[in-house]
């Protein structure tokens, strides 16, 4: 079967719409949540349930946003700081993507098991996507911590066998969620097409009509994908 990743800036309905998928396409199929919000992954381990527990207790809230997962910033010493306080930086950041590495290991194991199954997959969020423009495009300086990530993600996540981007104007995205900028989610809209633009296998869906619209384009772009002879290729 295929994996399918619905990407595209907050708003676009990726989450209503991928849930609703599996019941509309009348064929084995199992939704999977990528974001970096775990109270509503499908699919996390203990550990990352855990500690959004105790941010969501500490910070309140907030904690509890969704979207892309947050970019670790450095695996070198930070500058202005004692040594014991840049070795305990250090550690964490080295254990943060420590985590994210097995989190990401976890997730992709769980697609391939509904793959092997004969499952279609439909991912809300791609790793791929959502680092694309910051980690995995050509030519980026990063520091080691991005470095293993960026490596990991590139094995982990390639391009799934169909990418379908929730495409809407950032007026309308803001006026959906009310989160970010005008001009973040302008930003965040152009590099989830830019990203489209490297895959093989992907279509640009407009996200600004009605949910039960987009919802029946999505529908029909991926039966029109599983009706491809190399639809049943062996899995990623």
Not at 151 to 180: C, I, Q, S, T, Y
Not at 206 to 216: F, G, K, S, Y
């Amino acid at each position: 079967m295929v994996t399918v990743a619905l990407v595209g800036a907050d708003g676009a309905g990726k989450t209503s719409i991928g849930q609703q998928l599996p019941a509309l396409l009348g064929r084995p199929a199992r939704y999977v949540y990528l974001g970096a919000n775990p109270a509503a992954a499908t699919h996390a381990l203990p550990t990352t349930r855990l500690v959004h527990r105790l941010r969501v207790a500490r910070r309140g809230a907030a904690a509890a946003a969704g979207g892309p997962p947050a970019l670790d910033r450095s695996l070198g010493p930070p500058a202005g700081r004692s040594s014991a306080a840049r070795a305990l930086a250090s550690a964490r950041s080295a254990l943060r993507v420590t985590h994210q590495l097995a989190e990401g290991s976890y997730q992709r194991a769980v697609i391939g098991w509904h793959r092997w199954r004969g499952r279609v997959v439909i991912v809300d969020r791609w790793y791929g996507a959502d680092h694309h423009a910051h980690e995995l495009a050509p030519g980026r300086r990063l520091t080691l911590g991005r470095r293993v990530r960026a490596a990991f993600l590139r094995r982990a996540f390639p391009a799934p066998d169909l990418v379908l981007v929730l495409d809407a104007p950032a007026e309308v995205l803001h006026a959906r969620k009310g989160e970010g900028s005008l001009a973040e989610l302008a930003q965040r809209r152009q590099e989830y097409l830019d990203y489209l633009a490297t895959v093989d296998r992907g279509e640009k869906v407009d996200a600004a009509r009605p949910l039960a619209d987009v919802t029946r384009a999505v529908v029909a772009a991926v039966e029109r994908a599983l009706d491809r002879p190399s639809a049943t290729a062996v899995p990623r």
